[in-house]
């Protein structure tokens, strides 16, 4: 399982860091790296032009659980724990999964 940290942006407030391809790179809203301070976690799906993603924040960092295509990824997504969340950011609606503590 590959650890990223990522980077923030605060003109979008957004946070980007690479995808597994390495050739692109992927976003997510700023506010997850203030939640995960605090020691709540997300589940979201992203992709790339290489690839779909399924990515959770933990703590400082996101942690890569799946990469493939957009169907199998939204299904290992449908299949986890936690309450469907959309939050706004310069970029738009997100939307993730607020994951259960372990
Ligand atoms: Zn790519």
Known sequence: MRLISPIANSKTGSSKFP?????HEVY????????AFRGRFYAFI???ECS???????SD???F???GDAE????MYADLPGRDV????????FHCKRLPPD
Request: glycine share 10%; charged share 30%.
């Open 65 to 67: 659980r799946g990469a």
């Open 61 to 63: 960092r996101v942690r």
């Open 72 to 75: 199998g990824i939204a299904a």
């Open 28 to 35: 997510y809203p700023a506010q997850l790296v203030q939640e």
């Open 46 to 48: 992203t992709s790339c």
């Open 52 to 58: 779909a993603y399924l990515i959770r924040t933990d």
């Open 19 to 23: 995808a597994l391809c390495r050739k």
């Open 86 to 93: 959309v939050i706004r950011d310069g970029r738009g609606e």
